[in-house]
């Protein structure tokens, strides 16, 4: 891409300052994050304080991770991410495979698309009257399962789209070729078409598990807080009472946030699919 | 997307020798449409169950006087009182008047930030590597996170901000105490939270604008600026427009930031239309409002992202 049309010395004056901006652009990104995981391992005498201190300590972690409300709330979240991880790659990927491939009748596409489409534009606070009556029905108001199923379905819409333009992009002789072998529609999928989709499972499984572990306003509205809510939950009740304690909130925002970015940097193209994926229906 | 016309495979097996209609005979039996509705069964009843029902239910609570008695739902039909309490609510005027601005600012501001940044990166040799993956960071920590990291700089007491102001000699501020400011920092921290995926959306796009046009361009003597306005802002345009509906659905949706950040204050200053249905629903426990409210900011979402999307349609005919 460099495209060195008039190279000379004003080039390389330019390219200095490109080079420089991307730098400071960088450090706006990662300052807010380094400042956390900073605070995470100071005191918080050393944090009010208007002077800079910084006595390393460990004692925010010892307490957040020995807080037995904290450590369920991370398996909580935990279950709930491979929860939604799950039924977003079964379900995601049979939608998208029947979207793109199998063109099943029109009474059950039309719905489906309608579906996908309008879901991911409705703001989903508006749904939380209906979902808390719907839960409330089903028995798992305030449970994981609770929270799964309705995590799956947030993500359902995006893993479904996202798996469709995977699978359309596949052969359709490599179908074909499994059919006339004699395979059953199913065993072509999962033996044929599936191997070959990797890439879009991989997307789909590291977006849908982040989405998951992010969400808060379910895991906030659907569920009674404490022991029975996810992580993000957790994080925002340390900063309700009036005696805010900033190191054990840094240290529990940066054991959030730590796995993820590492995410971020092992999982990076995953990541930028699931990112731009809007731009699939846009 | 017809594509049944692929080529047919030559197989050992006799071809059937009953008559079949010409079209057909070349479709083997298993298209029988079996698979496909029980594959796509299971997405359909999940958008069933988990939204027409829930939506049903806010329709339904909207026009009910709803209330909890000895822990169940009582329902009583209540014509439009609920949407008449909406009109009438003050802070819900203003929480829309607020979702507005903060839509608004949040699209524009991460809108140029993240064209600038895209233009930028792509410009850049030795940092790109490292510029491609740590971009992408603040937008995947939780909102929820996201709103602590920018808490513990903006606080009054513990922040590090004023702290630097503190030990510059310069005057400390209430960042988030006060109106305007409040709305400032909350929309600062959004724009630095998503404009990742603007300048994904950009980037991507970039990488596709023909090299051998730009060659061209510059070769006719046109300057850098020239070269970006007539064109490569031009090609972007789709990538653009595709953004703005993403992002202005993701500002309609902002919850998490604001919850923390500011719990909606000072004095409604930074309320948010989601903020004010979870107050309504949970805290004032007026369901039939908080339902008609849900409703109202449902069909305004929808309208608006059918305005952009007709105006786009308009704009490539």
């Not at chain 1, 977006?207 to 509205?221: K, P």
Request: some cysteine; overall charge positive; hydrophobic content about 60%.
């Amino acid at each position: 891409m460099s495209t060195t049309t008039a190279a000379g010395p004003d080039v390389r004056r330019n390219r200095f300052w490109v080079e420089a901006t991307v730098v400071a652009v960088l450090v706006v990104a990662v300052v807010p994050i380094a400042w956390t995981l900073l605070l995470s391992f100071l005191p918080n005498r050393a944090i009010v304080s208007s002077q800079w201190q910084w006595p390393f300590w460990l004692g925010n972690y010892e307490r957040v991770l020995r807080d037995g409300v904290f450590v369920a709330q991370i398996a909580n979240s935990v279950a709930i991410v491979v929860g939604t991880v799950l039924i977003c790659l079964v379900v995601g990927s049979l939608a998208g495979y029947a979207i793109s491939r199998l063109r099943p009748p029109r009474w059950i596409v039309v719905p489906a698309l309608i579906i996908a489409g309008f879901v991911p534009l409705i703001p989903p606070m508006t749904l939380v009257p209906g979902l808390y009556v719907l839960l409330a029905q089903l028995g798992v108001l305030g449970s994981v399962w609770g929270l799964i199923l309705v995590n799956a379905f947030l993500q359902l819409p995006f893993a479904a789209l996202l798996m469709s333009s995977y699978f359309s992009a596949v052969p359709e002789e490599l179908r074909e070729a499994g059919l006339m072998d004699g395979a059953s529609e199913w065993r072509v999928f999962l033996h044929v078409m599936v191997p070959v989709v990797r890439p879009g499972l991989a997307a789909v499984g590291v977006f849908s598990g982040i989405m998951a572990w992010n969400e808060f306003q379910m895991g906030l509205t659907l569920t009674s807080g404490g022991a029975t809510a996810p992580v993000t939950v957790g994080i925002a009740g340390l900063l309700q009472p009036f005696a805010v304690t900033w190191g054990e909130l840094s240290a529990a925002g940066t054991l959030a946030a730590v796995p993820i970015i590492l995410m971020a940097v092992f999982a990076n193209r995953q990541i930028v699919a699931g990112l731009t994926s809007g731009a699939v229906k846009g | 997307m017809t594509s049944t016309a692929a080529p047919p495979i030559p197989t050992a097996e006799p071809r059937p020798i009953a008559p079949e209609p010409a079209g057909r005979a070349r479709r083997p039996r298993r298209r029988s449409p079996g698979f496909g509705i029980l594959a796509l069964l299971p997405f359909v009843l999940f958008g069933l169950v988990f939204a027409v029902y829930p939506l049903a239910q806010v329709i339904r609570m909207a026009f009910s006087d709803v209330a909890i008695r000895g822990g169940v739902f009582q329902w009583d039909a209540a014509g439009l009182e609920n949407f008449a309490a909406v009109v009438e609510d003050p802070v819900a005027l203003r929480s829309i008047g607020n979702t507005v601005l903060f839509v608004v600012l949040t699209v524009v501001v991460s809108l140029f930030v993240g064209l600038a940044l895209a233009l930028l990166v792509d410009r850049a040799v030795a940092m790109l590597p490292l510029a491609r993956n740590v971009l992408i960071w603040p937008a995947v920590i939780a909102p929820v996170v996201v709103s602590l990291m920018w808490l513990l700089l903006l606080s009054p007491t513990a922040g590090g901000l004023n702290k630097l102001l503190l030990n510059l000699g310069l005057p400390t501020q209430g960042w988030l105490g006060d109106g305007p400011t409040a709305m400032a920092a909350v929309v600062i921290v959004d724009v630095w939270h998503w404009t990742p995926v603007v300048f994904l959306f950009l980037y991507t796009a970039l990488q596709g604008v023909d090299a051998s046009t730009l060659e061209a361009a510059r070769v006719d003597g046109a300057g850098e600026w020239r070269v970006i306005r007539h064109v490569v802002l031009p090609a972007l345009r789709p990538a653009v427009v595709a953004v703005v509906v993403v992002r202005v659905i993701m500002g309609v949706k902002a919850f998490d930031e604001m919850y923390l950040l500011t719990a909606g204050g000072p004095n409604f200053a930074t309320t948010l239309v989601t903020q004010h249905i979870k107050t309504l629903f949970f805290d004032h426990l007026a369901f039939g409002e908080a339902a008609a409210f849900s409703l109202l900011v449902v069909v305004l979402t929808a309208g608006v992202v059918g305005m952009i999307l007709f105006l786009r349609a308009k704009a490539n005919r």
